[in-house]
């Protein structure tokens, strides 16, 4: 098997996630592998964003939210009072459903990660990693002549794509990605889905994703929720072919959901 | 008949036309099991109710207002002429005062008056009578009118819901103008006034003299007789105790917004933050015996243990007083504006591995400036326009000096002593103050404009 020979980046262990009374998460268990895609699908309200954001603890924001079971990142309890959630979140980077570029310059809205991590020390060091970051965005020879224009300023799909590289501009480990083209036309869409397939080969990336195409086109695993249960996880092509559940079969094939 | 009486009538011709209208629209029979919308009634009855209502009302009500203007000058009008001869060549006071005594003789018969006028009153107690009558008679027909030839337009495509719309936005319209003719009234009075107090004293004397000490001789060979108009020190007053404050007011107000919107518990904010409101609503002069009852004697305890020469009255207490006063109209406004920014702004900093302080420092607050910025100069206004606290702390001497340990004075507090007990309204002293007043207008109008224009520079569009 394949699995044997890529690390595990994300080890996830009995995870469950309560809203105050509320379980949003049941005994979810997922292997992320490094340099692969992994895509979470499953209807609205079904969880997988609640697990995309235990990934990188965005979750601590919220008062009421609290998480039980083992989540591992190469092997390392990211929920244990050792680990900084800062750094955590420079190793693990995140894409929002709407694009949400700073109110600042694209140049700005690139080096605000890495200034912030101390990875810049002169001024050319900047120049470089916006340079590297928007060309791996896919956004360089799109704005590279106003790269002191407000990053607001772009379309909804070249926004996105900031954001994108605003996010590899940290040199993250992973990226999490959370129905990053929902807000987007077809071919923005398209343009991003190619950008996820080029990224893979640094980036070890998991998507949240309505789109059970993109899915498919996009990722190597494919796990599907349903109320908060891990209903079926595997690899994309068993899983959109051959599914073993019948419920990600009615899910995938548009019957329910 | 009353004014009294006129209003019951009225309103109640207005309930009758509302009734009227709504009786008629309901007469109209829509055509059986039509669903074409051209056989149904446009707007529901109580539109058109509301129409015939306002054209009843509304005519009427401005010719009351008219009519209340117009009758007490047609009277006179024709008091005048009744007197013909008797006044012809006296002064315009005497006439004046002729009138009014008439005028009193008709409302009350006890009323003193010389015997041979009573003839005159009788007349014009007659003349009264009929103007009234005669205005009552033509408010009340304008209403009549207007409610019949309204409820004539009543018909099944009648689009009494958009003419009744239309009404309201007119009615609107003019409410907005209210304020906006206020302010426009108040600024005139203040330029008129102020031009009449620079034929007394010039322009340059009044803006970079540096002594003032307004006082009026009343005999010419009077000490002091000539009075001296140099604004100087007190805009220079008034600058420090503002600059004092802000002092205090921003870095305070800023950082209690800041903890409210980003740190505080949801149960602390909902407690700490009517609290901290609660200290705009109390009243300035509170704030002024507390300045100058407590704030300022220790300001003189601590002065004179650390070898510091303090004044009992002094710009230090009034400016600190007075900083604490304008904490919530920075803290209240900026927390607005900091919660106003978008959720999403906060996750993408964190996502980066921002702290809480480096998301504020460089996400929030600069999306947030033109908000602070606004706040900021809000409270700016505010302080420059104090008078209370100023006027129990900080004195009334008008130093030229930029000690805050010494007792200075502002221009407001100099428009309140100049303008308090008898005066005479031509002298420059009460003048001096429509000029202070308009300098004082000028410079919180440039704040107001700065403000715009920063907002408008640095607005940070985050969507």
């Known amino acids: ?257 | 008949m009353s004014y009294l009486t006129l209003l019951i009538i009225l309103f109640g011709l207005i309930v009758a036309g509302y009734q009227i209208g709504q009786r008629r629209a309901k007469a109209v029979k829509p055509k059986l099991n039509s669903k074409l919308p051209e056989h149904k009634l446009h707007s529901l009855p109580g539109f058109h109710g509301a129409y015939v209502a306002l054209w009843c009302g509304i005519p009427s009500f401005i010719l009351m207002f008219v009519w209340l203007f117009l009758e007490p000058n047609i009277l006179s009008l024709l008091l005048e002429k009744q007197l013909g001869e008797q006044i012809s060549g006296m002064a315009d006071g005497k006439v004046e005062l002729l009138k009014s005594s008439i005028r009193r003789a008709a409302e009350n018969s006890q009323f003193p008056v010389d015997t041979a006028l009573l003839a005159v009153v009788e007349s014009y107690k007659n003349i009264q009578n009929q103007a009234n009558i005669a205005g009552m008679v033509l408010i009340v027909s304008a209403a009549i009118i207007g409610l019949l030839i309204s409820q004539r337009n009543i018909a099944q495509r009648f689009m009494a819901r958009h003419k009744v719309e239309y009404i309201f936005a007119v009615i609107m319209l003019l409410s907005s103008l209210v304020a906006v003719l206020t302010t426009f009234g108040v600024v005139v009075s203040l330029v008129f006034e102020t031009i009449r107090f620079f034929d007394h004293v010039s322009v340059s004397e009044f803006l970079f003299g540096l002594h003032w000490s307004p006082q009026i001789a009343l005999r010419a060979d009077q000490v002091a007789s000539s009075g001296s108009f140099g604004a100087v020190p007190i805009f220079a007053g008034t600058l420090l105790i503002t600059f004092i404050a802000m002092l205090i007011a921003v870095p305070i107000g800023l950082f209690s917004a800041i903890y409210m919107s980003e740190y505080a518990s949801p149960k602390f904010r909902n407690i700490a933050k009517p609290l901290l409101e609660i200290l705009a609503g109390i009243p300035t002069v509170v704030y002024g015996f507390f300045a100058a009852l407590s704030v300022a004697p220790l300001m003189r305890g601590w002065g004179f243990e650390l070898g510091l020469e303090i004044s009992s009255e002094s710009a230090l207490a009034a400016g600190l007083v007075m900083g604490v006063m304008i904490i919530p109209f920075v803290s209240s406004l900026s927390d607005d504006v900091i919660n106003a920014v978008p959720q999403t702004m906060r996750d993408g900093s964190y996502a980066l591995g921002a702290t809480r302080g480096e998301t504020i420092k460089l996400v929030l607050l600069p999306a947030a400036l033109p908000g602070i910025v606004s706040s900021v100069l809000l409270a700016t206004s505010r302080a420059i326009g104090e008078t209370m606290i100023v006027v129990m702390a900080a004195g009334l001497a008008a130093n030229l000096t930029a000690n805050p340990f010494q007792a200075v004075t502002t221009v407001t507090v100099q428009i309140l002593t100049l303008l308090v007990g008898d005066q005479e309204f031509d002298s420059p002293k009460t003048l001096a103050a429509f000029a202070l007043g308009f300098v004082l207008f000028i410079i919180t109008l440039g704040l107001n404009i700065l403000a715009l224009k920063v907002v408008n520079k640095y607005r940070e569009k985050y969507d």
């Open chain 1, 1 to 257: 098997m394949s699995e044997n020979k890529i690390a595990n980046k994300y080890q996830v262990r009995d995870v469950n996630v309560f809203y105050g009374d509320k379980q949003a998460l049941f005994n979810i268990e997922v292997d992320v592998l490094e340099n692969q895609v992994t895509a979470l699908i499953g209807p609205s309200g079904c969880g997988k964003s609640t697990l995309l954001r235990c990934l990188n603890r965005m979750n601590d924001v919220i008062d009421v939210c609290k998480i039980s079971g083992d989540i591992l990142l190469d092997g390392q309890d990211i929920y244990s009072k050792k680990i900084d959630v800062v750094e955590l979140r420079a190793r693990v980077g995140m894409v929002f459903q709407k694009p949400n570029p700073f109110p600042k310059s694209i140049y700005d809205n690139v080096v605000y990660g890495p200034k912030i991590h101390g990875m810049i020390e002169h001024k050319s060091d900047g120049d470089e990693i916006v340079e590297t970051s928007l060309k791996r965005a896919g956004l360089w020879e799109e704005v590279k002549d106003r790269l002191d224009s407000p990053g607001t300023g772009l379309s909804g799909g070249q926004q996105q794509r900031l954001c994108i590289a605003r996010a590899i501009a940290v040199s993250p480990e992973v990226i999490l990605m959370d129905e990053p083209c929902s807000a987007l036309d077809p071919i923005a869409t398209a343009r991003i889905e190619e950008l996820i397939d080029e990224l893979k080969e640094k980036f070890t990336i998991v998507i949240v994703t309505h789109s059970m195409q993109q899915a498919a086109r996009v990722s190597q695993k494919t796990a599907f929720f349903h109320l908060g249960k891990l209903v079926e996880f595997g690899d994309t092509d068993q899983i959109f072919t051959n599914p073993h559940n019948q419920q990600t079969q009615d899910y995938i094939t548009g019957r329910y959901g």
